[in-house]
């Protein structure tokens, strides 16, 4: 048999079918009535696919499949978001595979390979921002979503939420509180979501009339604590400092509360900080951090279960950007 990936949104183009239609037929053939099998099954014949052995392969029940790329297992904001995925893929009977990595032009093919020799039935990546070609290439090979990091302009549907009207949201809050000279700690610049981060923050300044000098909007290479630190004890050592900093994620933010404390200031009343996540650590420092809180469990509940819709339906599951909030907590008051 010839070993190629299985071109899901292809066949379904020369079929006529749906892709769900003709994945049913790959994975659960006892849902699909035997005219629409042999379409499929004669499609594949030309694909070079022997159909009875690749049919065998791919109803083995003990791989029940998904692939979840996360560019990082260490961060612990993509803990929240594995747990909502393994939570839906569970009541579906799914296991799912953890492939840690940032997809590009230069390994995409080898990526779809590991990807067919586990068997996985979709993909879910939470990885940087894929090219357009990058994302459509994967569509069209394997049902796929697109997790907090999106490309809007790929025809592969995507959850996550806006965090250029999140950031702003929370820089507003920090101007409105009576705080003036803010600084920006944040992720990697190649993340989409620092990039609109980093747009909301300006964007709050701008619509104020404040500015701030280029030295207090930092990108940070990875999302670390020893690196937020240093990050902190730059401004906060610095003659000219800033009376507030808002970060990116609440792992810098608890950095930045360390280093307050280096540096004999009282937070919230020498220093505002705001962080973005909530996640535990956010309500167990001291003070008590206010941030900007994303549904991490549920972005990756809601990015398994449309997958599955994917899967198992007949229409493509629409693109779902879910809500953030502000949780207000001590690290931060009116002035």
Known sequence: MKRLNIPVNKLAKETGLSPATVSRVLHHRELVNQETILIVENKLKEYGYDPEELMKKQSDT????????????????????????????????????????????????KFLKVVQMTNSRGVICLSRKLEKHLADRIFEQIPFIQCCEYNSESVAPYVGINDFAAAKGAVDYILNMGYEKIAFINGPIMFNYAQERLRGFEAALESHSISVPRSWKISLPDVAYDLGYSAACQLLGSKEKPDAIFCAADVFAASVIKAANRFNLRIPEDLGVVGFDNIEMASITTPGLTTINQPSFQTGFTAAESLFELLYSNTKPRSILLDTELISRDSIARR
């Open 62 to 109: 003990s791989k029940r499949i998904i692939t979840v790329v996360v560019p990082s297992i260490i961060n612990p904001f993509y803990y929240k978001i594995l747990q909502g995925i393994e939570s839906s893929a569970s009541s579906h009977s799914f296991e799912v595979v953890i492939y840690q990595n940032t997809i590009t032009s230069s390994n995409v093919e």
